[in-house]
């Protein structure tokens, strides 16, 4: 059964330094969505792509977040400099093209910032 | 703005008990309903859904109704075991547009032999 990929899936890192996460989601999936999901909340939405286009990054902190899926396949969420309250899971997502269609998630990377 | 309010956990029970957990929401227009479970260290995996009014999503023992007119999706199972401790998220989806989804803030599981 084909699966959204997830790496790496634990990362520590100190404040201030830079961190990258990488999804590749389940092949032909034109829609991916980057979640944040802070311990004992639900996930909240950062930013979702539909083929290498950005269609929402409206809670996106752009100052210090940034996204990328250049190829309309895989993609890279970037975080710089990382902040104590960036520690969180970092959930990955995806969808066929049509609306109303389950979402299917990745194992998640857990971010630690120090 | 669409928004989903779940029953607070940890819901704790034996096993074999009946289970349910509430989950109601506020959405513009005919959403999509879902029930995701998280296990510990892991992503959310789809339980069911349910795609439009009185529509029954049913998965694993586990079954919730579409609620137009009490606006609520509550996830039942009629004997839990002690594998189905996890954490259970209500998310909603717009029917159109890009299908974001917009969760609850989960409610833990603990189920004791």
């Known amino acids: 059964e084909a699966e959204v990929a997830q790496s790496p899936r634990y990362k520590i890192t100190e404040k201030s330094q830079a961190v990258a996460f990488w999804c590749d989601p389940i092949s032909g999936h034109a829609t991916l969505y980057w979640y944040r999901q802070i311990l004992g909340q639900g996930p909240e939405l950062l930013v979702q792509?539909?083929?290498?286009?950005?269609?929402?990054d409206s809670q996106l902190p752009k100052d210090r977040f940034s996204a990328e899926r250049l190829k309309g396949v895989d993609s890279t969420l970037k975080i710089q400099p990382a902040e104590l309250g960036d520690s969180a899971m970092y959930l990955c997502?995806?969808?066929?093209?049509?609306?109303?269609?389950?979402?299917?998630f990745g194992p998640g990377t857990r971010l630690t910032v120090t | 703005g669409n928004s989903v309010t779940q029953m607070e956990g940890p819901v704790t029970l034996s096993e074999e008990a009946f289970l349910t957990i509430n989950c109601t929401y506020t959405a513009t227009g005919y959403p999509s309903l879902f029930w995701y479970v998280q296990y510990p260290g892991e992503g959310l995996q789809l339980l069911l859904k349910a795609t439009k009014a009185d529509d029954k999503g049913s998965n694993k023992g586990f079954e919730a109704t579409y609620r137009k007119e009490t606006t609520s999706f509550h996830l039942e199972k009629g004997s839990v075991q002690v594998s189905d401790s996890a954490v259970y998220f209500c998310a909603l989806s717009a029917n159109s547009g890009y299908s974001t989804l917009t969760f609850g803030k989960g409610t833990m599981l603990l189920v004791s032999p």
């Open positions: 997502a995806s969808t066929p093209r049509a609306p109303g269609y389950e979402q299917y």
């Open positions: 792509f539909q083929d290498e286009s950005v269609v929402d």
